[in-house]
C-alpha cells in the first residue's frame, strides 16, 4: 500500500502565502503522476497542479504565477507553494499519486494504482 500524509495549509489573508506538504510511503517502485487537487464548496474536486514523469508541470490557469509545485528528486515529497492567495482559492486540498505497484523486473507483473492524501483545508480571508 502508499501512504499518502499531507501537512501545511491553515488560515491565511487575501494575498498571503501557505505550504502545502504531501510525503509519500509505501511499496511503489516508481511514480506516472504526482498532484494537487482542490475542492471548494459546492464544487467538483479539480487539479490545481501536476507533475508528470518526466518532471513537467501544469497549471491551472486560475493559479498559474501564484502556485508552485515541485517535488524531491527521490519522488518522496509533493509541495505546493501558494502565493498571493485569493478568497476563491478557500477549498480543501488534496495531493495525488499515480504509482507502479508489483514487481518492477516483469511489466506484466506491475500494475498502476492511484492514492489520496487526508486533505487539508486552506481558508483565504478577504
Known amino acids: 500500500q502508499v501512504q499518502l500524509v499531507q501537512s501545511g495549509g491553515g488560515l491565511a489573508q487575501y494575498g498571503g502565502s501557505l505550504t502545502l506538504s504531501c510525503a509519500a510511503s509505501?511499496?511503489?517502485?516508481?511514480?506516472?503522476?504526482m498532484g494537487w487537487y482542490r475542492q471548494g464548496p459546492g464544487k467538483p474536486r479539480a487539479l490545481v497542479a501536476g507533475i508528470n514523469s518526466g518532471g513537467s508541470t501544469n497549471y491551472a490557469d486560475s493559479v498559474k504565477g501564484r502556485f508552485t509545485i515541485s517535488s524531491d528528486n527521490a519522488k518522496k515529497t509533493l509541495s505546493l507553494q501558494l502565493n498571493n492567495l485569493r478568497p476563491e482559492d478557500t477549498a480543501v486540498y488534496y495531493c495525488?499519486?499515480?504509482?507502479?505497484?508489483?514487481?518492477?523486473?516483469?511489466?506484466?507483473?506491475?500494475?498502476?494504482?492511484?492514492?489520496w492524501g487526508q486533505g487539508t483545508q486552506v481558508t483565504v480571508s478577504s
Open positions: 495525488n499519486y499515480v504509482v507502479r505497484m508489483g514487481n518492477p523486473r516483469d511489466i506484466l507483473q506491475s500494475y498502476e494504482a492511484e492514492f
Open positions: 509505501g511499496n511503489f517502485f516508481s511514480v506516472s503522476s
